[in-house]
């Protein structure tokens, strides 16, 4: 009776065993990417969304000048758990300029505003959920939690989900492990910084996983 007994749960224990070992495989299987981590939308979402809002965010129609600072390239794909393209996605994004200032009402630093610097896009990724920008590189600037190190605003729509994300630099990584909000995300911290191209610095990638 006892041996019975016995076997029956260590049978019992294997199939549970088993079990989970295939549950986890078969997530593993389905979710091959890491959704990007999320963080707060922030103030600075522009109260009106300016008409000037396409991928260059370095000229501004009808201006003579290009904006001042550094100026980048930033492109990805928008993805699904699988790694599957999602085409047609809505990115809104929004930063500050290269002395740290955004052109928000709200926002109180004193460091110039730059009159040539768009701030803000509204794009769509293509058929292959690729999208890119041209950009100033911002700056950092001191906030009520803190310096913030720079960075980039994302509110990204899917098929049917929608991640509000911060993109990182990975040069300044020491000054984002002492950021509240980067330090908030924990151990996803990772999939908001973007990579730096070897060959090009001035040139990154980043890709922005959704649900769906």
């Not at 049978?11 to 990417?33: D, E, N, P």
């Not at 990772?190 to 649900?211: F, N, Q």
């Amino acid at each position: 009776m006892t041996d019975n007994l016995l076997s029956r749960r260590t049978f019992a224990g294997a199939g549970i065993a088993t079990a989970g070992l295939v549950l986890a495989t078969g997530a593993r299987a389905f979710q091959s990417k890491p959704l990007t981590a999320e963080s707060p939308m922030g103030p600075f979402f522009p109260l009106d969304v300016p008409s000037d809002n396409d991928a260059d965010l370095t000229w501004l129609k009808g201006h003579s000048k290009r904006a001042s600072g550094q100026v980048i390239e930033v492109r990805g794909r928008v993805l699904d758990l699988k790694g599957n393209p999602i085409a047609g996605a809505r990115l809104d994004l929004w930063q500050a300029n290269a002395k740290g200032r955004y052109a928000h009402p709200a926002d109180p630093a004193v460091m110039p505003l730059d009159p040539d610097f768009q701030g803000f896009a509204s794009i769509v990724s293509d058929a292959k959920g690729d999208w890119r920008i041209i950009t100033i590189k911002p700056g950092s600037y001191d906030s009520p939690i803190g310096n913030r190190p720079p960075h980039i605003h994302f509110d990204v729509r899917g098929k049917s989900h929608r991640n509000v994300a911060q993109l990182y630099f990975p040069e300044d990584a020491e000054a984002n492990a002492h950021d509240t909000l980067y330090k908030a995300l924990g151990a996803d911290a990772g999939t908001s910084v973007a990579v730096r191209d070897a060959a090009d610095p001035g040139k990154y990638a980043w890709d922005i996983v959704l649900m769906g």
